[in-house]
């Protein structure tokens, strides 16, 4: 599926700029980030953003094959 053009205000482009060069992201993907949290946390407004973000962390070291076993241990 293809992109579509977007309008945004300049502010919101600013900001995103700001943000992206912090995280080393171009603009089109912090605003993709930005929509992508929104999406979630409106889906699920009981958990907060630290959660949210965890998550997302968490997702891309799987993909990227960064897991080992977690193994219990009693107390």
Do not use: C
């Amino acid at each position: 599926m293809g992109g579509v053009a977007v309008r945004l205000s300049d502010d919101i482009v600013s900001s995103a700029r700001a943000k992206a060069q912090v995280y080393s992201r171009s603009v089109p993907k912090q605003i993709e980030h930005w929509a992508r949290i929104g999406k979630i946390a409106e889906e699920n407004p009981d958990l907060p953003y630290d959660f949210i973000q965890g998550v997302l962390e968490g997702l891309e070291e799987i993909k990227r094959g960064e897991v080992s076993t977690f193994e219990f241990r009693k107390a």
